[in-house]
């Protein structure tokens, strides 16, 4: 695996590319957000261990920089000197997979990252059943019962968050963060004509063994429904 470190503390950075290297993986490590940025034009990471503050900008930008050339598949954990809830809230709000406060506990680290390699071999490995609904993450495709269902980038992109995250409520404006970052000129009605969309096109009133239910007020909660 292809880790990049953006840590402006050398000594830092040092024990964990030590740490990581132990393990068999490759280390680029980046004392900012622009030596970084620039380098991901050129090389493909497959693991970003991230600071929250860095001396160009903050690492809430590296992070959406990395979501809109990378996308929402590669694991980033943050690791943070910030121990309050609302900064764990707001770093995982803005699409981190995990955040340490610092001092790190090592052990615990490598443990983590472990277990996001887990998850990230498992999407990537396998088909994801949900009901009638097959998701070949490698491929980028979703089938209905063998069939394969068209879709848009930005259908397939909403699809995966739900199916990643059933039974929990996904707030509009959370949705509109993950698929729709860079366009200034969207609202909650974007987010609510694709979700009407995906549910005509995955059955997602029931018969693809799925339901998508607008929770009035918050966002959308996907859950499964046993078969009538």
Request: glycine letters at 8%.
């Amino acid at each position: 695996m292809n880790f990049a470190v953006i840590e402006d503390s050398r000594s830092q950075a040092e024990v964990l590319k030590a740490i990581l290297k132990g393990e068999g993986h490759h280390v680029d490590v980046f004392a900012d957000g622009g030596s970084f940025i620039e380098a991901l034009k050129t090389t493909k990471f497959d693991f970003f261990v991230l600071d929250w503050i860095l001396p160009d900008m903050g690492g809430d930008e590296v992070l959406k920089h990395i979501r809109q050339t990378v996308g929402w598949d590669v694991p980033v954990i943050f690791c943070t000197s910030r121990t309050d809830e609302d900064a764990a809230s707001d770093i995982l709000r803005m699409g981190a997979d995990d955040y340490m406060a610092k001092p790190l506990r090592y052990m615990e680290f490598m443990a983590r990252v472990h277990r996001l390699l887990q998850r990230g071999r498992g999407r990537a490995g396998a088909i994801q059943r949900h009901g009638a609904i097959e998701v070949d993450a490698e491929g980028r495709r979703i089938r209905i019962n063998g069939s394969e269902v068209d879709l848009t980038q930005r259908e397939y992109d909403l699809a995966i968050i739900f199916l990643d995250n059933v039974g929990r409520v996904l707030p509009r404006e959370e949705l509109m963060s993950r698929i729709w970052e860079r366009d200034t000129d969207v609202d909650t009605r974007t987010v609510d004509t694709h979700a009407s969309r995906l549910r005509k096109k995955l059955g997602l009133s029931g018969e693809s063994g799925m339901v998508l239910t607008a929770v009035y007020g918050q966002g959308y909660r996907l859950d499964p429904v046993s078969p009538s």
